[in-house]
């Protein structure tokens, strides 16, 4: 395994300024970092399909971070995934407690399935604290001002997307 290079996995349905704030800290720590949507289950339908989403996460990382992030969507497990690409670490984002229970399990679950593969968790700054996919989402359909709780590219997409453009 690659050390120095970790998996952010998600829905990232779409990428937010939350989503961009904690790879923005895992790049101080990780050399690359590699977003890697995941094709989930539980929540099939999205607003945006997963390859949409890895476009989207291009075009906003590619400036900003260069050949240091990539995008990827993947199915299945996501530990298999890590072992696929040689990654030895899972980034995962913490906001309020709200988050705790849920990545509590996902990380013993995933030791359980590979316990060579470490999860490191990062925080956000506090004015993302309460931003999420599912809020962004709701507040662009019903007509609210999303403006700097995502990247401008993603506004644009998400707007286009809820028919306001
Ligand atoms: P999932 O559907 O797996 O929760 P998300 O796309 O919602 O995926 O988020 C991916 C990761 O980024 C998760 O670890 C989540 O907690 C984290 N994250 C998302 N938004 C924020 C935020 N505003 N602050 C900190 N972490 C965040």
Not at 85 to 99: E, F, P, Q, S
Not at 130 to 155: F, I, N, Q
């Amino acid at each position: 395994m690659k050390s120095g290079f970790a998996v952010y996995p998600g829905s990232f349905d779409p990428m937010t300024n939350g989503h961009l704030d904690i790879l923005r800290r895992a790049l101080t720590v990780f050399d690359e970092v590699r977003i890697a949507v995941a094709y989930n289950q539980e929540k099939p339908s999205g607003l945006f399909t997963p390859p949409e989403r890895v476009t989207i996460i291009q075009e906003v990382v590619a400036a900003e971070f260069g050949d240091r992030v990539t995008a990827d969507a993947f199915h299945g497990l996501l530990t298999d995934y890590c072992r696929r690409i040689g990654a030895g670490t899972i980034i995962r984002g913490l906001r309020a407690v709200a988050d705790f229970e849920y990545e509590f399990q996902m990380t013993m679950m995933n030791r359980h399935l590979a316990p060579d593969v470490e999860t490191v968790f990062l925080m956000a700054g506090e004015q993302y604290f309460y931003t999420s996919s599912r809020l962004v989402k709701e507040v662009a359909s019903l007509g609210g001002d999303v403006h700097g709780l995502v990247p401008d590219t993603v506004e644009l997409h998400l707007l286009r997307r809820v028919g306001r453009e």
